[in-house]
């Protein structure tokens, strides 16, 4: 019997259960484009343009597409393993590219309980920045995020390698996130990434990071 009646996938739209409704809504910028220090308007509103924006609506299509092919029982599961892929590294993206854009608008200057999470965790915050840094500059020439996570299980922050929208510590909540993919920094840099990171530490958004990682602290011991 194909499962199309639990899954009600011939509903209309408004009717399907929220893992297939297909309803997210992106998020607007909270900072003016054209006020950030050293990374052009232009760039920051082609990347939330079109690359977190278009990972929104495609997101949105796949749970709809997961909802139709459900319902048919002679789909392969190798298709709707295909649509899974997808839905888990569109997921990726619009969660990373949320944290990143809400870690930017801000002065630069690091303050608050994570700034001395940070340096308990990392010996200092000096070598936290090293290691951001570096761990970002290992992506360079390729693609993929360099974020800083609160682990859930462990109770610990580290910095994280992420070759791609799919890459992350299990238990781990982003509370800053490095875009090191080439369309976050080509248009205004090239290839000198290094001059894209020193930008962006320019401008982040501290109280935003602190913000994050009580929520996630928080959470940890509830
Ligand atoms: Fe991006």
Known sequence: MAVMDSVEAQEPRAARPPAFAGQHQPKPLKFDPAKLDGLSERLVKSHWENNYIGSVRTLNMIETRLAAALADPDLPPVVYGGL?????????????????????????????????????????????????????????????????????HTRSLHTHWAWDHMHGAAAGVPLLALDMYEHSFHMDFGTQAARYIDAWFKNLDWEAVDRRYGQAAAAARS
């Open 84 to 152: 899974k892929r997808e839905e888990l590294h569109r997921t990726g993206s619009v969660v990373l590219h949320e944290v990143y854009f809400d870690g930017l608008g801000g002065n630069g200057q690091a303050g608050g309980a994570v700034r001395e999470a940070i340096a308990a965790a990392f010996g200092s915050f000096a070598t936290w920045e090293a290691e951001f840094r570096r761990t970002g500059m290992s992506l360079a020439g390729g693609s993929g995020w360099t974020i800083l996570a609160y682990n859930l």
